[in-house]
T-cell receptor, first 108, second 117 residues
Framework: GQNIDQPTEMTATEGAIVQINCTYQTSGFNGLFWYQQHAGEAPTFLSYNVLDGLEEKGRFSSFLSRSKGYSYLLLKELQMKDSASYLCAVRGSYIPTFGRGTSLIVHP | SAVISQKPSRDICQRGTSLTIQCQVDSQVTMMFWYRQQPGQSLTLIATANQGSEATYESGFVIDKFPISRPNLTFSTLTVSNMSPEDSSIYLC??????????????FGPGTRLTVL
């Protein structure tokens, strides 16, 4: 089976940096995804990690440690539009299992 | 990237009826999936739609309740049968060429918001 944990809610200030953590226990591992989902919209792909280390893509970076079953999504220079739910998903074989998501609230 | 459309975008249905949701992709994809997202919850995989054969259902989901078709590589339907208020949810089609080694991204359609009265 698979178990994915991430905080339910986080708040941060516009312009700041926020780190959203995700821990997982899976029977296999074939990659970890981060998705962004605004209220009432479909999830959109942010990042994919399969090897240990940091992947940077603009204001967003994602880190993976396979030995620790741990990932984080780092958001820099926060903007109001970054207020959304952030979903961690782990692929054991072909199909990702999604965590419950972290609701990020960015305030002025 | 893949562009995915779903029809209908939303519907309000009576208990005991059935609704078929369509998913159309603008390019051929290896994998097509159907997810459910209940209010405040994350995504739950219902099944993998297999082209030309029966869908592969996840634990807790059965073909009689959620029949799925996938006649080709760009189209699939999900039917929610004999609906009850507990079926009220957002149903999302998702596609990707997962497992081919060429693309790890999984795309989601805009979703169908279903309310059962």
């Amino acid at each position: 089976g698979q178990n994915i944990d991430q905080p339910t809610e986080m708040t941060a200030t516009e312009g700041a940096i926020v780190q959203i953590n995700c821990t997982y226990q899976t029977s296999g591992f074939n990659g970890l995804f981060w998705y962004q989902q605004h209220a009432g919209e479909a999830p959109t792909f942010l990042s994919y990690n399969v090897l240990d280390g940091l992947e940077e893509k603009g204001r967003f970076s994602s880190f993976l440690s396979r030995s620790k079953g741990y990932s984080y999504l780092l958001l820099k220079e926060l903007q109001m539009k970054d207020s959304a739910s952030y979903l961690c998903a782990v692929r054991g074989s072909y199909i990702p299992t999604f965590g419950r998501g972290t609701s990020l609230i960015v305030h002025p | 990237s893949a562009v995915i459309s779903q029809k209908p975008s939303r519907d309000i249905c009576q208990r005991g009826t059935s609704l078929t949701i369509q998913c159309q992709v603008d390019s051929q994809v290896t994998m097509m999936f159907w997810y459910r997202q209940q209010p405040g919850q994350s995504l739950t995989l219902i099944a993998t739609a297999n082209q030309g054969s029966e869908a592969t259902y996840e634990s807790g989901f059965v073909i009689d309740k959620f029949p799925i078709s996938r006649p080709n590589l760009t189209f699939s339907t999900l039917t929610v049968s004999n609906m009850s208020p507990e079926d009220s949810s957002i149903y999302l089609c998702s596609v990707g060429n997962i497992g081919t080694g060429t693309d790890n991204e999984q795309f989601f359609g805009p979703g169908t918001r279903l309310t059962v009265l």
